[in-house]
């Protein structure tokens, strides 16, 4: 049970959700692999881990650039032996109505989010497969089931779902189990930068009325990461305060 000696890669683990559940997953004995495309941040992260006691390296790597990716999980498997966890979380919006968004705009959404969740699943698998064991955590979002002025952000995590589901069912039976997490309201520096009328307009129809942390999405990682949740394949997680029983 639990996660000890297990390797976890997780991406964009420089800020946000990605680093609290990096170091959830390191508190817990996992060896951890902190990436993201922004160095001064991997290097920040990486120094205050080792100052904790956890085991952890850092990788530089653009998600979204088959190369970086591919080097950055041999990287992980040189360090650490094995690769057990991959947490694809790094994740970025450009947002805006149809009429004023670009296709570069478009490109970069799905690129990030979608495409660099694809290469980090292809070259982590390969690893996970001679062991028996995977376990590949999904970071989505609400906004998957539709958010106006979201079409790059909705499709790409919409997209995320079904890559989820069909790496359920590709490496269910190699101990592989494929799920996904999703946020709705976290607690984040955006929400801080929120004009007040805007923060009460959205917890407003916030069934809890409540704003979720970004420990809540750890805690949720740390749920499918665990040994014991083999079971549990091919599924949505929502952590979002009841927010996606009702959509617009
Ligand atoms: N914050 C929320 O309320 C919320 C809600 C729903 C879903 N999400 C999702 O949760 C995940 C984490 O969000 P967060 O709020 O912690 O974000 P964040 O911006 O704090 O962290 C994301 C990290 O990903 C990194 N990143 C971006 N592009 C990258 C790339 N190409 N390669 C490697 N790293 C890259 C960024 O540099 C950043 O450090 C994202 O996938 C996001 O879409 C967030």
Redesign the pocket.
Known sequence: MGIENRVALI??S?????KQTARLMAENGAKVVI????AD?VAETVEAFKKDGFDVIGQV????DKAAVEAMVENCVKAFGRLDILVN?????RAGALRKLSEADWDLTID??LK?AFLCSQAAHNHMVPNNHGRIIN?V???WLGGAGQAPYSSAKAGLIGLSRVLALELGGKGITSNCIA????H?P?WDQLEEKSKKFLLSKQPTGSLGTIDDIAEAAMFLADDESSYFTGQVLYVCGGRSLFSG
């Open positions: 991406t964009g420089a800020s946000g959700m990605g990436n993201d495309i922004q941040k790597a653009n998600i979204a979380n790094a994740g970025m919006e990030v989010n660099g970071i979002s609400r906004a946020p709705g309201l976290i984040t955006l």
